[in-house]
């Protein structure tokens, strides 16, 4: 199983970021496939998670309304475009098969002017 983050990077208070959570070694299509961000000092937190086919999906509350998670299971990517940055949103974000020890090296967002 790898899973691995792009899409990270600085941009300012109330700006965009996609980012991108190319995953291979299973089948992609089967799980359910979330992400979680850590911030300085703080435990990780999950962000938002997708099922298989996409139908389902949950988001913490203090990013609801702001950030979209998407999944193409042809490309074997799921996605967290975000929008409205905080500087509060400043983390490391990772992508994980929900509910396994399966975790990318995590990209960095940084929200800061």
Known sequence: VQLVESGGGLVQPGGSLRLSCAASGFTFSRYSMSWYRQAP??????VALINSAGGSINYADSVKGRFTISRDNAKNTVY????????????VYYCNRLGTGYWGQGTQVTVSS
């Open 41 to 46: 000092g703080k435990e990780r937190e999950l």
């Open 80 to 91: 967290l475009q975000m929008n409205s940055l905080k500087p509060e949103d400043t983390a």
